[in-house]
């Protein structure tokens, strides 16, 4: 009965690959986000997709792309991937009404590691 | 643009100590407050919230109360427990479902 999951939960991979992240939430929220976590815990939103349709779309590389095929769904894919990707990335989900706006559910996270 | 600041570095108490962390905001109307907590390993989870001037937001023991006057939101539990050991974020909703984010406090409860 996961809210938000998100494989996979742990990720190694070499410098210039491409690679995905899939986000799934059950909560029936309408948003979805990425945001990124470095080594500082310092938390930093890179998308938002309200009802599939990209709402937030911070200063984020172009070799980063979110794709939303359904509300229930956002994957992140990375495409050459670079040492500074490190991080751990979080998928979160929201209702537009209902909860009070800022009210985020998240994911257990992905660790990546670029080496 | 609207923002939180929080008290720099790691707090280390004994566990019963009293467990302030401090918050201030930066923000144009009235923004909506959070605190979430971060548990070892684990995603962010809400941990209370507050909508307007003078509200307290309390769960698990923690409150915190939205302070117009002082721009503040500060977490506190008067006696904490190891299990509280976890990264405190404060947070300000600043429109359109966004958050944003302080850098967050991790707090370390020794037995």
């Known amino acids: 009965d996961t809210a938000v999951s998100q494989t996979p939960k742990y990720l190694v991979t070499q410098m210039g690959n491409d690679k995905s992240i899939k986000c799934e939430q059950n909560l029936g929220h309408d948003t979805m986000y990425w945001y990124k976590q470095d080594s500082k815990k310092f938390l930093k939103i890179m998308f938002s997709?309200?009802?599939?349709?990209?709402?937030i779309n911070e200063t984020v590389p172009n070799r980063f792309s979110p794709k939303s095929p359904d509300k229930a769904h956002l994957n992140l894919h990375i495409n050459s991937l670079e040492l500074g990707d490190s991080a751990v990335y979080f998928c979160?989900?929201?209702?537009?009404?209902?909860?009070?706006?800022?009210?985020?559910?998240f994911g257990p996270g992905t660790r990546l590691l670029v080496l | 643009g609207d923002s939180v600041t929080q008290m720099e570095g790691p707090v280390t108490l004994s566990e019963e100590a009293f467990l302030t962390i401090n918050c201030t905001y930066t923000?144009?109307?009235?923004?909506?407050l959070f605190w979430y907590v971060q548990y070892p390993g684990e995603g962010l989870q809400l941990l209370l919230k507050?909508?307007?001037?003078?509200d307290k937001g309390s769960n698990k023991g923690f409150e915190a109360t939205y302070r117009k006057e002082t721009t503040s939101f500060h977490l506190e539990k008067g006696s904490v427990q190891v299990s509280d050991s976890a990264v405190y974020f404060c947070a300000i909703h600043y429109g359109n479902n966004r958050l944003a984010f302080g850098k967050g406090n991790q707090v370390v409860v020794i037995p």
């Open positions: 997709y309200n009802n599939k349709e990209l709402i």
């Open positions: 979160a989900s929201s209702q537009a009404t209902g909860d009070l706006p800022g009210t985020q559910y």
């Open positions: 507050a909508t307007k001037a003078d």
């Open positions: 923000a144009t109307g009235y923004p909506s």
